[in-house]
């Protein structure tokens, strides 16, 4: 069997619990093959020259973890300012937000270079490489412009938006051509892949060759979307933990005559928090038998602060969720419980099955693991309800969950009402089927999938 290679900006250690599921999945598959893990350690040498670094070595288990320090210029540029300031917001359809003057794009050349080039090092001729999201999409043609033959595979876990969108960029076709080096690429859903294809026949002029194949430059490539998915059994264990049951028991005896709603990520424009709070503040509003009753956890941990459209986010909820305690709360109850820090990975479970409702309402979203992670920690005898957005990537699989546009303010309103109001038999149903769902495409058949169409990619074709 060959080795596997794993490349991402950030790695974990898959042995422990707060890593998640995905650091799991492809720690199993890594261990199985006495696999190594590539990518930045996290830390900053302040003094480092950019585009120069030493690499760390660390063995977990059978799993070689090899990271990289970066310097502060090459952090700044490959990491802030063209990672986060540019191509985050382009992928997520928000060029409004995209700082296309930042000047990142220099770094983020030069730090694909350099993983390349050490990584290069490291590397045996049967190794398979798969490479991870968007801070690393031109390595691949790195690695070829320095000699590499071995199969390269690479996985978009964001969005990709329209051909239109994507050509905003000033880099797009350098960046979108560079994909052609790899030998799959992976995308989260069929709308990417959809979007890729446009782009490719339109931008590139590529061939579609048929059997998921695209020819260009010398090159063919497969393009599929394998939608990620969750450890369904790692997260249940998970709420079987102590932390879960004290969590869950807690938040079930403090809202024993409530109604209790949840909502949990990252701070993060795109997963369309605002709108969550207008739509939760409608509710109060137009049904108001909710007053005194409803009540929504929102966890929103701390995310790229140094980032200036973050720190915009963060006042915007702060003032908005003043603004509905304010106008709703009582002396004994508030309506909102807003929380700008991080949950433990153990606790979550719990908080996910004391509540009602789960309001996954992203503006765009690659997947969404919370959605399955909801999903997967309710009780099937009393389930809560999943309202998704239609833009989360989650939503082509999703589709028993009560599916909402989130800029509509007024009708997620009304579907959260319908969800607090769901008859047992209808939410019974609806759990059943999505369970049924995240439990065949968990977060193995992901990776076992992906694997499998690299390693049955042709063998990869010399530069002509
Ligand atoms: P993220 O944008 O980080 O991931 P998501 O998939 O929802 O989004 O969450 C990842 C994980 O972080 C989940 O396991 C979740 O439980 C955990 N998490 C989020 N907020 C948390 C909080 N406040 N406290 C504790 N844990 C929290 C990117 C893409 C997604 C895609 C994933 C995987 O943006 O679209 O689903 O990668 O491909």
Same mark, same amino acid.
């Given at each position: 069997m060959s080795r596997l290679v794993v490349?991402?900006? /950030?790695? &974990?250690? %898959? /042995?422990?619990? &707060? @890593? !998640?599921g995905l650091a799991v999945a492809l720690g199993q598959a890594l261990e199985a093959s006495g696999g190594l893990w590539f990518g930045w350690s996290g830390r900053i040498a302040e003094n480092g020259a950019p585009g120069q670094g030493e690499v760390n070595r660390q063995q977990a288990g059978a799993v070689q973890l090899v990271t990289l320090d970066l310097s502060r210029e090459d952090h700044d540029s490959y990491y802030l300012n063209y990672s986060s300031g540019v191509l985050w917001p382009v992928l997520h359809y928000r060029l409004d937000l995209a700082d296309f003057d930042s000047g990142g794009i220099a770094g983020y050349r030069r730090v694909n270079q350099l993983f390349a080039q050490k990584l290069k090092a490291l $590397?045996? %001729?049967d190794d398979i490489i798969w490479v991870h999201d968007y801070h $690393?999409? %031109? $390595? @691949? &043609?790195? $690695? /070829? &412009?320095? !000699?590499?033959e071995q199969r390269i595979g690479f996985f978009l876990h964001v969005p990709l938006p329209p051909p239109l969108m994507l050509a905003a960029l000033p880099e797009h076709d350098w960046l979108m051509r560079s994909l052609f080096a790899y030998d799959l690429v992976g995308f989260q859903s069929q709308t990417d892949v959809t979007h890729f294809e446009r782009y490719a026949s339109d931008e590139l002029r590529a061939q579609w060759v048929g059997q998921h194949g695209w020819h260009a430059f010398g090159k063919t490539l497969q393009v599929r979307a394998f939608p990620i998915g969750i450890d369904v059994d790692e997260f249940q264990a998970l709420g079987e933990g102590k932390d879960a049951r004290e969590m869950f028991e807690q938040l079930r005896s403090d809202y024993a005559r409530r109604r209790l709603l949840v909502g949990v990520e990252r701070m993060d424009y795109s997963k369309g928090l605002p709108q969550r709070l207008k739509a939760f503040r409608t509710l109060l509003q137009n049904y108001p038998e909710n007053q005194g009753s409803a009540t929504l956890i929102q966890i929103a941990s701390p995310s790229r602060e140094s980032v200036d459209a973050y720190a915009a986010l963060r006042a915007e909820l702060e003032s908005l969720s003043g603004a509905i305690n304010g106008e709703h709360g009582e002396l004994d109850w508030m309506p909102l419980r807003y929380i700008h820090r991080n949950v433990a990975r153990k606790r979550l479970p719990g908080l996910y099955r004391a509540a009602a409702v789960a309001l996954v309402t992203p503006l765009r979203d690659g997947m969404n693991l919370v959605a399955k992670e909801f999903v997967a920690a309710q009780d099937p005898a009393d389930p809560g309800v999943l309202v998704l957005s239609r833009f989360a990537g989650a939503a082509e699989q999703l589709s028993e969950a009560l599916q909402v546009n989130p800029y509509d303010t007024a009708r997620t309103a009304e579907t959260i009402q319908r969800a607090l109001q769901m008859p047992l038999a209808e939410r019974q149903q609806r759990h059943a089927a999505l369970l049924q769902r995240i439990r065949a495409q968990d977060v193995h058949w992901w990776r076992e999938n992906f694997l499998r169409a690299l390693r049955d990619t042709q063998e990869p074709e010399k530069e002509p």
């Open positions: 490349v991402s900006n /950030r790695i &974990a250690d %898959p /042995r422990k619990t &707060a @890593a !998640g $590397l045996r %001729p $690393l999409i %031109p $390595l @691949a &043609a790195e $690695l /070829r &412009a320095m !000699g590499c």
